[in-house]
């Protein structure tokens, strides 16, 4: 007796076009998840370590200024540009444009002092102490 061969019986083993759609369409998703949360820390390590420039920036001004017995300053502009300056003029504030920031250490250590704000997705505030030139970090809310 001949048993009558099925379709099932001729298929070749392997996976469908459906199966094998469903798993690249989760593929896809799995990737685009994991390439946002890995985009999201690159912006925070950018922040943070924009604004480690910024307190390394000020701390090298203050050694400088004490080292040399000349004023320092560290000059920032609006657009995020770092600039160090060395101010010979006895009224530093003079030199300030529109637009900037400009913080300048003395030869005995202190400073001009103030407080920028550092408005990103990770902000904080940095906090130039005005007699000891001590520049501090306070979170903002995030």
Same mark, same amino acid.
């Given at each position: 007796?001949?048993?009558?061969?099925?379709?099932?019986?001729?298929?070749?083993?392997?996976?469908?076009?459906?199966?094998?759609?469903?798993?690249?369409?989760?593929?896809?998703?799995?990737?685009?998840?994991?390439?946002?949360?890995?985009?999201?820390?690159?912006?925070?390590?950018?922040?943070?370590?924009?604004?480690?420039?910024?307190?390394?920036?000020?701390?090298?001004?203050?050694? *400088?200024? %004490?080292?040399?017995?000349? /004023?320092? =300053?560290?000059? +920032?502009?609006? !657009?995020?540009?770092?600039?160090?300056? $060395? @101010?010979?003029?006895?009224?530093?504030?003079?030199?300030?444009?529109?637009?900037?920031?400009?913080?300048?250490?003395?030869?005995?250590?202190?400073?001009?002092? *103030?407080? %920028?704000?550092?408005?990103? /997705?990770? =902000?904080?505030? +940095?906090?130039? !102490?005005?007699?000891?030139?001590?520049? $501090? @970090?306070?979170?903002?809310?995030?």
């Amino acid at each position: 007796m001949l048993c009558s061969r099925t379709a099932f019986d001729r298929r070749s083993p392997g996976f469908s076009l459906l199966e094998v759609m469903v798993v690249l369409i989760l593929i896809a998703l799995a990737s685009g998840l994991a390439v946002t949360r890995i985009g999201a820390g690159q912006d925070a390590a950018e922040n943070r370590n924009a604004m480690q420039d910024i307190v390394s920036a000020l701390a090298s001004a203050r050694r *400088g200024a %004490i080292r040399s017995g000349q /004023p320092r =300053s560290v000059q +920032l502009s609006q !657009d995020g540009r770092l600039t160090l300056l $060395t @101010i010979e003029t006895p009224n530093p504030r003079a030199e300030q444009s529109a637009g900037t920031i400009l913080v300048t250490f003395l030869p005995d250590g202190s400073s001009t002092g *103030g407080r %920028i704000a550092l408005l990103s /997705p990770m =902000s904080a505030t +940095l906090t130039i !102490d005005r007699f000891v030139g001590g520049v $501090t @970090i306070e979170p903002g809310n995030e």
